[in-house]
Structures are given as structure tokens and as C-alpha cells.
């Protein structure tokens, strides 16, 4: 039991550091964004940069991934993956994934009130949201529900390595195309999805954190109940 508090606690100390990490480093990105003007002129230079790599395959390919990761597809993907996660009898998984999705959700929106940055200029192949641009809420969504899904994964016994590696590559592959993608479409700046995927990582971590610490004071409740045998108390 002492072996199992132990490495709980290392677990979690971990996870809260690099949330702590993640968030501290969207911190003094949004500080950059906002006060330092150079910034700007490197991500209209960047925005520009796509705009001038278009063509009919990738605007296709953009769009579908703004479809997919807009508020409504991120929804559906992430009530499935509960639904499944919890007729699979794995309740704490699926609220995991749902309260970080959820979260980062929350957190985005705040996030963007307070910021209030401006969308970029140019042609958008998408419409433009209302909110604003920093950060993003596509890359957010993005990196919360694949961090949760592969988080899920590499704390199962029963996955293998292969498996863990495969999951990480395309959980990375998926977060980068869709940051890219935004920038892609002209409807964020550079700044804005590396914005988005800091505070995407700092809420998965935090929300794994908890799940952990959860999981730890249900088993030590459990183990506090236990009634000692006959002739041993």
C-alpha cells in the first residue's frame, strides 16, 4: 500500500508540475502576443506564407478539419468516446475525457474574452467566428480530447509499447495539422495556436492530476473500510 501511495503521489506531483510548466509558458505567450509588436509582424508574415501555399486539395483537406474540430464535431467525437468508455464499464475514464474537453473549452472562451486579440486580415476560407483570435479554440479542443484519449491509453497495464508510441505519434500528427490547418484558412495567427496547444497541455495535465488524486483517495477510503480478519484487530 505504502508503494502504491508513493508512486500516486510522484504521479501527481508530476502532472501538477507540468501543468504548472504548460500554463506558465501561455502565460508569457499571451504576454509576448499582447505587448511586444515584432510579434504581430512575424505572424502576418506567416499568415501570409499559407496563404500563398493554397490549393484545391488543402483547402479541402482544411476546411473538413474545421468542420471536425469545431465546437459541434469535438461534442459528438467526445460524447462517443464517453459513451464507449462507459459502456466498457471505464466511468472514470469517460468523465476524465469529457471534464477535460469540457474544461479546456471553458478555459478558451474565458480566455479569448480577456484577450480580445483581433482575427487576422485576408481571405478566410472558412467564416470567421465571432470570438476572438488568441487563443485557439480549435487547437485547444484538439490537444484535450487526443491528450485525454492517449493519457487513457498509456495508464493502461494492458497497452504495449507499440501501442503507447503509436497513439503518441498520432495524437502529435493530429494537434499539429489542425494548428496548422487554422493558420492555414486565415483564420488565426501562428501565435494563437502555439497559445492554444500551451493551455490545451496545461488543462490535460491538471484534469489527469485530479483523476489521479481521485482514483488514490477512492482506494484509500476503500482500503480504510477494510474490516481486519477475526483475532487480528
Not at 137 to 160: D, K, M
Request: net charge positive.
Amino acid at each position: 500500500m505504502e508503494a502504491t501511495s508513493s508512486s500516486s503521489s510522484r504521479r501527481i506531483r508530476a502532472l501538477v508540475t507540468a501543468a504548472g510548466a504548460n500554463a506558465a509558458l501561455f502565460a508569457a505567450t499571451a504576454v509576448v502576443v499582447m505587448l511586444v509588436p515584432g510579434v504581430w509582424g512575424l505572424d502576418r508574415a506567416v499568415t501570409g506564407i499559407a496563404a500563398e501555399s493554397r490549393s484545391p486539395a488543402l483547402d479541402l483537406l482544411a476546411r473538413a478539419l474545421a468542420t471536425i474540430g469545431d465546437t459541434a464535431g469535438t461534442s459528438a467525437i467526445t460524447l462517443l468516446a464517453g459513451l464507449v468508455l462507459a459502456a466498457s464499464r471505464r466511468l472514470r475514464g469517460a468523465v476524465f475525457v469529457v471534464a477535460t474537453v469540457a474544461s479546456g473549452a471553458l478555459a478558451s472562451t474565458v480566455l479569448k474574452t480577456v484577450f480580445e486579440r483581433p482575427r487576422p486580415d485576408g481571405a478566410y476560407l472558412v467564416s470567421v467566428p465571432a470570438s476572438a483570435s488568441f487563443p485557439s479554440g480549435h487547437v485547444v479542443a484538439a490537444v484535450c480530447l487526443a491528450g485525454a484519449l492517449t493519457a487513457l491509453l498509456l495508464a493502461a497495464p494492458s497497452t504495449s509499447r507499440r501501442v503507447k508510441a503509436i497513439a503518441l505519434t498520432a495524437s502529435a500528427v493530429w494537434v499539429v495539422t489542425m494548428a496548422a490547418s487554422r493558420v492555414y484558412l486565415g483564420v488565426h495567427y501562428a501565435s494563437d495556436v502555439i497559445g492554444g496547444a500551451l493551455l490545451g497541455a496545461a488543462v490535460v495535465c491538471a484534469s489527469a492530476a485530479v483523476c489521479v488524486a481521485w482514483d488514490f483517495g477512492r482506494r484509500d477510503s476503500q482500503a480504510g473500510r477494510v474490516t481486519p480478519p477475526a483475532g487480528r484487530a
